[in-house]
C-alpha cells in the first residue's frame, strides 16, 4: 500500500516561509511524478507546483516558491517565501506511482497540511 505524509504547515506571517515536505512510503513502487495542491475555503483544489521531467509552477506562486524531489527518500519539498494571506489554503501532496503489476500509472494523495497566512 502507498501512503503519503505531508508535514511542515503552521501559521506564518505575511512575507514569510514556510517549507511542506510529503513522504511516500511502500513497497516496490516508482514515482512518475510529485505535484503540490491547494485549496482555500470555498475554492476549488488547484495544483501549484509539480515536477517529473521538469518543474512547473502555477501563475500565483511562480517566483516565490520552490519544489524540489529527493528521489532517494521518495520526498518532495514545497520551499514557500514571500507568503500572502490569499496563499492561505490547505496543502495537498500529490503522487503518481507506478508498479510492475498496473498496466497505468495511479494518483495517490496525502491528507492534507494547513498553511496560514496572517498578521
Known amino acids: 500500500q502507498v501512503q503519503l505524509v505531508e508535514s511542515g504547515g503552521g501559521l506564518v506571517q505575511p512575507g514569510g516561509s514556510l517549507r511542506l515536505s510529503c513522504v511516500v512510503s511502500?513497497?516496490?513502487?516508482?514515482?512518475?511524478?510529485m505535484y503540490w495542491y491547494r485549496q482555500a475555503p470555498g475554492k476549488e483544489r488547484e495544483q501549484v507546483a509539480g515536477?517529473?521531467?521538469?518543474?512547473f509552477y502555477s501563475d500565483s506562486v511562480k517566483g516565490r516558491f520552490t519544489i524540489a524531489r529527493d528521489n532517494a527518500k521518495n520526498t518532495v519539498y514545497l520551499q514557500m517565501n514571500s507568503l500572502k494571506p490569499e496563499d492561505t489554503a490547505v496543502y495537498f501532496c500529490n503522487a503518481h506511482v507506478w508498479k510492475r503489476t498496473w498496466l497505468a500509472a495511479r494518483p495517490y494523495w496525502g491528507q492534507g497540511t494547513q498553511v496560514t497566512v496572517s498578521s
Open positions: 515536477v517529473s521531467s521538469s518543474t
Open positions: 511502500g513497497s516496490d513502487f516508482s514515482i512518475l511524478g
